[in-house]
């Protein structure tokens, strides 16, 4: 009885096994659309491509007041609720990091926060607050930037 053993030669893997090569090209990853949504031509569930989905989140983790989804009470940053707040620089701050903790909180998984800019007053106008988050998806390591304007 002889016993072979595989090396790793300028072929391959040990033994010359290869990889499996898929026979299908590979597909851009596509998710459900937000708001959830059928498309009245397909009548399938409406999906959106990954950059687009990400974008829906940061939305709607924006734009969702602390408590206003009952199975989630924590889940968003209460954005909206502060645009009638006096506008200061503490209050511009304090947005800043519970923007920045709850995007680590629900979405760290999908994507690196690299900046939070605030913009409020101004050309603006009052009462309005806008709000510009540049970040990298994980996946795909692109860096992407979402402007989202609240009055």
Request: proline content about 9%; hydrophobic content about 40%; charged content about 15%.
């Amino acid at each position: 009885m002889t016993e072979q053993t595989g090396s790793a030669g300028p072929s391959g893997p040990p033994g010359g096994l290869q990889p499996p090569v898929s026979p299908f090209p590979a597909q851009a990853r596509r998710d459900y659309s937000f708001p959830f949504r059928v498309d009245p031509t397909s009548r399938q569930t409406s999906v959106s491509s990954y950059t687009a989905h990400i974008d829906q989140l940061i939305r709607q983790l924006l734009l969702t007041a602390p408590g206003e989804r009952v199975n989630l009470p924590q889940f968003g940053c209460g954005l909206g609720q502060l645009v009638f707040a006096p506008a200061s620089d503490v209050l511009l701050a304090t947005l800043q990091i519970r923007i920045r903790s709850s995007l680590q909180q629900w979405l760290g998984a999908l994507i690196e926060v690299a900046d939070v800019i605030l913009a409020t007053g101004g050309d603006l106008g009052p009462g309005i607050v806008e709000v510009t988050v540049t970040y990298r998806q994980i996946d795909t390591q692109t860096s992407q930037r979402l402007t989202v304007t609240v009055m």
